[in-house]
């Protein structure tokens, strides 16, 4: 992170509020700039001024405050955050910012910045739990909202459950810590594939199978976290899109097969992650298939090989594939690796509660002439050891030590309109 972040911290009515200045003095401490906002409910918790002292600011509340508008308004306010936290999140201001209310000052100014916005939520183990909380925590994440937490443990209400706010060390941790393997990707292009992909047999079914595409997400978080331009095409997944990511939903494999030839010039990086179907009906029948009690035969041809015909590309980016086995897991992966001419393989084994449509991952990551194991963790663990060991072996230019080393040796160079990823040359 740059050192002076600039936070606005967002404070709702809730008893968690009382330990906001405490989050402030960990913010300050970690070089964060905070501009405390509070709804009218948090100023019945803890005290402004004790907020104002901690930010060394006036905290602001009001949106028709005549005189904090005319120091910095409240577009002003929303356009100087680098960085939005509302902490504690009480239920209903969740609601309001799921309904996109612009009813008080922070309401307003969560709908007017372009800050990225996360959520502590803070409040009664049913109030969480409720199926409205949770269709709302579910709006925010899918439009991009970081939710940090809940954490379980004994409430102010005397109860015992999911709802307490992190405390604010967590928070100021993992705000403010550099993501891991900042700068690993930094500026490069990197299109990964995720999901499944279904292929249309009539108008009401399709063939397709089990891939979640969490792990393509993954890659796509990590990848991002690392410093890339991250574009993520996606078969039909219920994934929110991460943040700061591009995506782009396709539905078969020669859809995907367009939308990654329309980017593949850009990429330095492709990961494949998606389990693109391998096969696709010859036809697809214009009316439903009826029924007649007997057995039909449905005609299929190879779908296009998405992964092979970018490798055969004569200007190609680095590529990696993944290869989701049953059985002989190496032996396929390597024949693979080979076959589709890939620069790595990610392979795992399918079943046991692994690769699809679960938490876990463990990979064998081949590449010619190596091999390395990445345990058994959570997808987003597994993808974070991926992409390391992705930039590790990425070709000069854009080897890690390489690019280092040319930064070291070069004179500065005069600062561009747009910023632009060097191309890797192969
Ligand atoms: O399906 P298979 O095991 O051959 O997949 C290996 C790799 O090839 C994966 O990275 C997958 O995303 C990619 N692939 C592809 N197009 C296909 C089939 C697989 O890009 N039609």
Known sequence: MTPQKRILLGVTGGIAAYKSPDLVRRLVERGAQVQVVMTASA??????????AVSGRPVRSDLWDEAAEAAMGHIELARWAELVLIAPASADFL?????????????????????????APAMN???????????????LAERGVRVLGPDSGPQACGEVGLGRMWEPAKLAES???????????????????????????????????????????????????????????C??????TPAGVTRIDVESAREMYAAVHRHVAEADLLVAAA?????????????????????????LEPAPDIVKSVTEMAKRPFVVGFAAETHDVEANARGKLKRKKLDMIAANRVGDGLAFDCED?????????????IERAAKLEVARALVALIAKRLPPPQGV?????????????PPRTRPRARRIRR
């Not at 612009?102 to 996360?118: G, N, S, V």
């Not at 991952?361 to 194991?373: C, I, K, M, S, Y």
């Not at 030590?401 to 160079?413: L, V």
């Open 361 to 373: 991952n463990a990979l064998t990551v081949f590449w010619p002439g190596g091999r390395t194991e």
């Open 175 to 233: 705000l403010l810590e550099p993501p891991p393997n900042a700068g690993l990707l930094q500026g490069l292009n990197v299109l990964i594939t995720a999901g499944p992909t279904r292929e249309r047999i009539d108008p009401v079914r399709y063939l397709t199978n089990r891939s979640s595409g969490k792990m393509g997400f993954a890659v796509a978080v990590a990848a991002r976290e690392a410093g890339a331009h991250v574009t993520l095409v």
């Open 43 to 52: 100023r019945r918790f803890v005290a402004p001024l004790a907020l104002q």
């Open 125 to 139: 183990r049913v109030m969480w739990a409720h199926r409205a909380t949770q269709a709302n925590v579910a709006t």
């Open 401 to 413: 030590a390489r690019r280092a080393a040319r930064k070291r040796r070069a004179p500065p160079t």
């Open 275 to 299: 389990a693109v179907a391998d096969f696709q009906p010859r036809s697809v029948a214009e009316e439903k298939i009826k029924k007649q009690g007997v057995a039909i035969d449905l005609a």
């Open 95 to 119: 609601a309001r910012l799921a309904a996109g209310r612009a009813d008080d000052l922070l309401a307003a100014l969560c709908l007017a910045t372009e800050a990225p916005i996360c959520v």
């Open 235 to 240: 078969g039909p997944v219920s994934l929110p």
